[in-house]
C-alpha cells in the first residue's frame, strides 16, 4: 500500500545537469500532479496529466518537461538545471471524480550548485 | 487568476486553547476545499476536506466554509505539541481538464507548553 512513490528522495546536481525525477501511484488514479515548493511561495503547480496520454502546463512549467508514461507513472524532466529550480518536488495523484482530494508523495529535494 | 491566501503567521497558541485558522479565496466558483497539514521536511497530509457552507467537524478539527464571504477556516480544540506544522488552505475548481488546486501559502502554528 505505498500510495504516490518519488524517487529519488535526495539529488544534488550542477548546472546544466539534466535529469528525470519519478513519480508512479497504485492506486489507480487518473489525474497526476507535479508541484515545487519553496520557502514563503507555497505549492506550485509546474505540470498535470489529468489522463493517461495528455499532460497540461501549470503555472510554472519554463525548463521543465514530463512524460506520463502510462496510467501509473509520471515523471519530471529537468532537461539543463538551473540554480533557480533548487526546490522541493512534490508529485500527487487524485481519484476520479470531481472535488477529491490529492495524494502526495514524499517529495524530491532537489540542490543545483 | 485565482488566489488563495493566508495569513503566514507564526500563530502561537498555548497548550489546551483553540488555533483558529483562516484561509480566504477569489475565485467564486470554486467548489471544494481542503486543509493540509505539512510537518517540517514532510509532505502535504489531508485533514480536512469541506463542499458546501456551514461547519464540518472530525475529531478536535472543524472546518468552517463560507461561500458568499469567500472564506474557509480551520479550528483545532484543545491543541497538542504535536499539532505544530504548517497548515495549507487548497481550493479547487474543476476545469474539465483535470482537477487542480490552489494552494496558500500556509500558516505556520505553534503550539507552546
Known amino acids: 500500500n505505498a500510495g504516490v512513490t518519488q524517487t529519488p528522495k535526495f539529488q544534488v546536481l550542477k548546472t546544466g545537469q539534466s535529469m528525470t525525477l519519478q513519480c508512479a501511484q497504485d492506486?489507480?488514479?487518473?489525474?497526476m500532479y507535479w508541484y515545487r515548493q519553496d520557502p514563503g511561495m507555497g505549492l506550485r503547480l509546474i505540470y498535470y496529466s489529468a489522463s493517461e496520454g495528455t499532460t497540461d502546463k501549470g503555472e510554472v512549467p519554463n525548463g521543465y518537461n514530463v512524460s506520463r508514461l502510462n496510467k501509473r507513472e509520471f515523471s519530471l524532466r529537468l532537461e539543463s538545471a538551473a540554480p533557480s529550480q533548487t526546490s522541493v518536488y512534490f508529485c500527487a495523484s487524485i481519484e476520479t471524480g470531481n472535488n477529491q482530494p490529492q495524494h502526495f508523495g514524499d517529495g524530491t529535494r532537489l540542490s543545483i550548485l | 487568476q485565482k488566489e488563495v491566501e493566508q495569513n503566514s503567521g507564526p500563530l502561537s497558541v498555548p497548550e489546551g486553547a483553540i488555533a483558529s485558522l483562516n484561509c480566504t479565496y477569489s475565485d467564486r466558483v470554486s467548489q471544494s476545499f481542503f486543509w493540509y497539514r505539512q510537518y517540517s521536511g514532510k509532505s502535504p497530509e489531508l485533514i480536512m476536506s469541506i463542499y458546501s457552507n456551514g461547519d464540518k467537524e472530525d475529531g478536535r478539527f472543524t472546518a468552517q466554509l463560507n461561500k458568499a464571504s469567500q472564506y474557509v477556516s480551520l479550528l483545532i480544540r484543545d491543541s497538542q505539541p504535536s499539532d505544530s506544522a504548517t497548515y495549507l488552505c487548497?481550493?479547487?475548481?474543476?476545469?474539465?481538464?483535470?482537477?487542480?488546486?490552489?494552494f496558500g501559502t500556509g500558516t505556520q502554528l505553534k503550539v507552546e507548553l
Open positions: 487548497a481550493v479547487n475548481g474543476f476545469t474539465g481538464g483535470g482537477n487542480k488546486l490552489t
Open positions: 492506486m489507480n488514479h487518473n489525474s
